[in-house]
């Protein structure tokens, strides 16, 4: 574990040496951290479509760090290391291979670094590490002598626990029941047993939100709008590619010449069939996920650890496998460095990186009626309205009361001080409210508070 540790310091060193610009998904932590900070609330009082373990994660580094961005990159760096130090543990523990090794580690965080956004903390980084015990809850119940009551529960509430941080991971809740379905003797009761241990956590946000009377606005804002596909493009498709190919050519290969050369156990085999289920629907959930950029692929890297590593057990001569391993980690992190740094023209972090902000504005409270909302990195939420995706919806139907209320209560409660409203927006909404008309000027594509 401690040459793991060094090994993964040295491959992120440019990493902290350099440190990259703020990405899209970084801002909205800071902003949803700084609104919860302040006692806002998910949903009700910030339309967004983060999880809310991730929001309230936020929120308690929003009150211990600031807008650091060091900081939350070292706790991410932190987080993929204990990530990496568990999945060894389970697979050794679990006698997945032939003998016990921490090759699966070292892929791990190897395979962390394909491109430089994995290394930042974000829902998916997060939710990442409940996905593991889930993993090895799954692999208890294929061994037939340790079917127990509490690994199957376990398994629904470990997904349901990540898809609070990231809701796409719901999808590998429905990989988990053809899983159990293939590869185990599961009755009825375990299927429900599984319902009931990913229901549980979800039922208790219902509850909380049911309290405050904001059923409507979770169902609305996190569930409803979590069921949209790629709705933000961060990074093209040719580029993820670019970014993904020698990995994948590791995991295409492995997963053919283990069908051909690997002399496996009953148990073993199960286990492999079961992660090629595991990954095949990781892979349907990088394609479902809300938005789309390189940090998506996180819930593959598992599979990946697995089938590289009995590939590398698998070769006759232990030589070159060593071989194997150093290019997997030399043009793994290679490829990383080089599309960061521009090297690869199908590889664009444009629309990842957050833009300059070249408004006016510094340190107010504002909102933001279009879909570049690079100015909070100079500013902060007012209102709450956060996701254009979500609240354009709200402002381009005014003739609906139910809007007008939820503008006006917005408004009323958290008053912006300036207001971007490039397509005007605002103004049906300024002609229902006269008492909000009375407090804004328009000023060029601003409107900026004159009285309160």
């Not at 650091?68 to 999945?87: C, D, E, G, K, M």
């Not at 939710?127 to 889930?134: R, S, V, W």
């Not at 998506?296 to 232990?318: D, W, Y």
């Not at 972090?349 to 570049?372: A, F, M, N, Q, W």
Request: with cysteine.
């Amino acid at each position: 574990m401690l040459g793991l540790l060094v090994i993964f310091l040295i491959i992120s060193l440019p990493f902290f040496i350099d440190t990259p610009e703020l990405t899209y998904p970084e801002l909205k932590a800071f902003v949803i951290g700084e609104k919860l900070h302040e006692g806002s609330s998910l949903y009700t009082s910030i339309v967004d479509s983060s999880g809310p373990l991730a929001g309230w994660v936020n929120a308690l580094l929003d009150v211990v760090f600031g807008r650091s961005i060091l900081a939350r990159h070292i706790i991410s760096f932190v987080l993929i290391f204990f990530q990496a130090a568990y999945i060894g543990i389970v697979f050794s523990n679990q006698k997945a291979f032939a003998e016990q090794t921490y090759i699966p580690s070292l892929i791990y965080v190897v395979a962390f670094c394909f491109s430089y956004d994995t290394l930042s903390l974000t829902p998916e980084l997060m939710g990442a590490g409940a996905l593991l015990p889930a993993l090895s809850s799954l692999f208890k119940e294929i061994e037939f002598r340790e079917q127990r009551s509490e690994s199957i529960f376990g398994l629904g509430l470990y997904i349901s626990i990540a898809s609070l941080f990231s809701f796409s991971y719901s999808v590998l809740l429905i990989g988990s029941f053809i899983t159990l379905a293939v590869f185990t003797r599961s009755n009825f009761r375990k299927y429900l047993l599984l319902i009931v241990g990913f229901a549980l956590p979800h039922l208790l946000l219902l509850a909380i939100y049911y309290l405050k009377d904001g059923l409507s606005a979770v169902w609305q804002f996190y569930y409803v709008a979590n069921l949209t596909v790629h709705s933000v493009r961060y990074i093209s498709t040719g580029g993820l590619w670019t970014l993904v190919t020698l990995p994948l050519i590791y995991l295409v290969v492995s997963i053919v010449l283990m069908n051909r050369e690997a002399r496996l156990s009953k148990y073993q085999t199960q286990l492999v069939q079961a992660m090629f289920f595991w990954t095949l629907f990781a892979l349907i959930q990088v394609y479902v996920s809300r938005d789309f950029r390189p940090q998506n692929f996180v819930s593959v890297i598992p599979g990946l650890c697995f089938f590289v590593t009995h590939f590398l057990l698998i070769m006759p001569k232990r030589k070159f496998a060593e071989i194997a391993i150093w290019v997997f980690l030399g043009g793994t992190v290679l490829i990383a460095n080089l599309a960061r740094y521009g090297a690869f023209g199908s590889v664009n972090y444009r629309e990842l990186i957050v833009r300059k902000d070249d408004s006016p504005y510094t340190g107010k409270r504002l909102l933001v009626l279009d879909e570049g909302w690079e100015i909070y990195s100079k500013n902060r939420l007012a209102t709450p309205f956060l996701d254009w995706t979500l609240s354009r919806s709200i402002f381009t139907q005014p003739e609906y009361y139910e809007n007008v209320i939820l503008v006006s209560n917005g408004f009323k409660n958290d008053p912006p001080e300036v207001i971007r409203d490039k397509h005007n927006m605002l103004q049906p909404y300024l002609e229902r409210l006269p008492e909000l008309k009375k407090q804004y000027k328009r000023q060029g594509d601003y409107y900026v508070l004159t009285k309160q």
